[in-house]
Nanobody, 114 residues
Framework: VQLVESGGGLVQAGDSLRLSCAAS??????????MAWYRQAPGKKRELVAA???????NYVDSVKDRFTISRDNAKNTVYLQMNSLKPEDTAVYYC???????WGQGTQVTVSS
């Protein structure tokens, strides 16, 4: 089982990044299960950032609403997190997950400088 994140990096405040999470073929098809992005900043608990259900419904933590968008490409079995208007407080390690079956990626670092 593999969830592989990519797309993190160091950016300035106001910039954009797109994170990708590719699920291996042996994993559930992403359109049949809820997929989510979590993040964990230094010294803080891991928090849910965004989720997309098998039906396509999405939800976001209040702090990223209107800035982040979760989406998926079923053909590529890949989930994305488009992050716009990034702020220093968005700095964290971002994890892709299938929370219903407790599958997690290795995480990708996002650092936003002021």
């Amino acid at each position: 089982v593999q969830l592989v994140e990519s797309g993190g990096g160091l950016v300035q405040a106001g910039d954009s990044l797109r994170l990708s999470c590719a699920a291996s073929a042996s994993v559930f098809r992403i359109n049949t299960i809820t997929m989510a992005w979590y993040r964990q900043a230094p010294g803080k608990k891991r928090e849910l950032v965004a989720a997309i259900t098998d039906g396509g419904s999405t939800n976001y933590v209040d702090s990223v609403k209107d800035r982040f968008t979760i989406s998926r490409d079923n053909a590529k079995n890949t989930v994305y997190l488009q992050m716009n208007s990034l702020k220093p407080e968005d700095t964290a390690v971002y994890y892709c997950a299938m929370p219903g079956v407790n599958y997690w990626g290795q995480g990708t670092q996002v650092t936003v400088s002021s």
